[in-house]
């Protein structure tokens, strides 16, 4: 996934003393390094698919990019700890030179896992003295570059989990990424079934609403593809209170969805076809009865589990969510009117559980323009075939969603946490 955006001026970065800035940087590099603990070296080398990226590679790049964007350019003091990183570690930036190929990331056995700790001890040191001792013109310019460095790092702490999850899917031992204490992953007996929430239908009178970051009203930091602000119309709606339940979608699979191409949409029929799909991803149907009395377990981070039934239904595709929404009588709702009802009372689970999608295309806002030089690729030419995503996971760090997050995947992705939330025109 690119990560998504250049942000303008933090003010957090503008008002915070340095130190708090230093402390920040600090928590989160070690952040990384605490997801990581629980894989071997062998787990942190492995790329399962083009798509995805090593543990080693995502510990590697958050720092190159510190190294890349904000060292090299801004501290004239900065020794490269190895300049061959450069290339190696390089994700999408071609004003930056040239890159070792994408599907070949797993290929990397060197550096080995210490040096990469090595290289990242190196920056962190480097950035240390550079945040405390840069002059303040210099930190005028800097200082958003090194928070835009630590949220990018948050988005690849995010992807570490499910590029691990989509690796550690493909070993038949069904390897937990952190089991649970005394839980027997492989066990078929099921806990007791938690009460499916209720499903309510929050009536949103639409009108003229204002649509994303506003950095007078909402400080702190943005990318900017949360912005220019501006103004939307939306037509009255109906928003579900509730995320889509894997009880939900397991009624879905028994009632023949994927076998009906009429609830699909063409090019997801295909991938139905193709890929075949009989299920959201890191579903196992552990029982060979029937449809109606398949035995769902589920893989996630801590293993392969029986199927919780209310638990929001995670690891679907747009297509896949798409075919639900016309299946219960219902459709995805745009970006646009997920943000303005999450702004009113009743939303429930729009943060932490699952990314949302909805209907929209991602498009830059009105007024939007790319930055100038390397960062200018950040976001903006990534603007083509993919579907926005709203909310945040149970995989996003601690304080790094809000309501005016965009994130985006093209539509057949689904090993991400990835989930869906009804919408209706006010009526139906």
């Not at 896992?113 to 002059?135: K, S, T």
């Not at 499903?199 to 970051?213: A, C, D, F, N, S």
């Not at 029929?269 to 009989?278: E, F, P, R, T």
Request: with cysteine.
């Amino acid at each position: 996934m690119p990560v998504t955006s250049l942000p303008a001026v933090d003010p957090v970065c503008a008002m915070s003393p340095r130190s708090a800035i230093m402390r920040h940087y600090s928590r989160i590099r070690a952040h990384s390094l605490t997801l990581a603990a629980p894989l071997s070296a062998e787990d942190q080398c492995v790329q399962s698919m083009p798509d995805a990226s090593p543990t080693k590679w995502h510990l590697a790049h958050t720092t190159w990019f510190f190294e890349a964007i904000v060292l090299g350019p801004h501290s004239h003091r900065y020794t490269p700890y190895d300049t061959r990183y450069f290339y190696l570690f390089n994700s999408y930036y071609e004003t930056l030179g040239p890159r070792h190929p994408r599907p070949q990331r797993g290929l990397l056995t060197r550096p080995t896992l210490p040096e990469i700790h090595a290289y990242r001890q190196h920056v962190d040191a480097a950035m240390q003295h550079f945040i405390e001792n840069c002059g303040n013109d210099m930190w005028a310019n800097s200082g958003p570059l090194v928070m835009l460095g630590l949220h990018h790092e948050q988005q690849h702490q995010e992807l570490l989990l499910t590029d691990i999850l989509h690796a550690l899917s493909c070993n038949p031992l069904w390897p937990a990424y952190q089991p649970i204490p005394g839980t027997d992953l492989l066990s078929r007996s099921r806990a007791a079934p938690e009460p499916v929430p209720e499903l309510k239908w929050l009536e949103t009178p639409g009108g003229i609403v204002p649509i994303g970051h506003d950095a007078e009203s909402e400080p702190g930091f943005a990318f900017d593809n949360e912005s220019p602000r501006h103004d939307v119309l939306l037509a009255p709606y109906r928003l579900a209170n509730r995320l889509v339940t894997c009880g939900e979608y397991a009624n879905f699979i028994a009632d023949g969805g994927y076998r009906e191409p009429r609830l699909w949409l063409s090019e997801g029929w295909a991938a139905v076809q193709a890929g075949g799909w009989q299920a959201p991803a890191y579903w196992v149907d552990s029982e060979a009865g029937g449809a109606a009395e398949q035995d769902w377990h589920v893989f996630g981070l801590h293993g392969l589990l029986p199927m919780n039934n209310a638990d929001p239904v995670c690891q679907l595709s747009f297509y896949e969510a798409a075919a639900y929404a016309e299946w219960s009588g219902a459709r995805l709702p745009t970006e646009f009117e997920w943000e303005a009802a999450v702004r009113r009372p009743g939303v429930e689970q729009a943060m932490g559980y699952a990314w949302q999608w909805t209907r929209s295309s991602y498009d830059p806002y009105p007024g939007f323009r790319a930055q100038k030089g390397a960062i200018g690729e950040y976001n903006g030419k990534f603007m083509v075939g993919q579907l926005v995503l709203r909310g945040s996971s149970c995989a996003t760090p601690a304080g790094h969603a809000r309501v005016t997050y965009r994130n985006f995947f093209p539509p057949p992705a689904r090993w991400q946490f990835s989930g869906l939330r009804l919408a209706k025109d006010l009526g139906c």
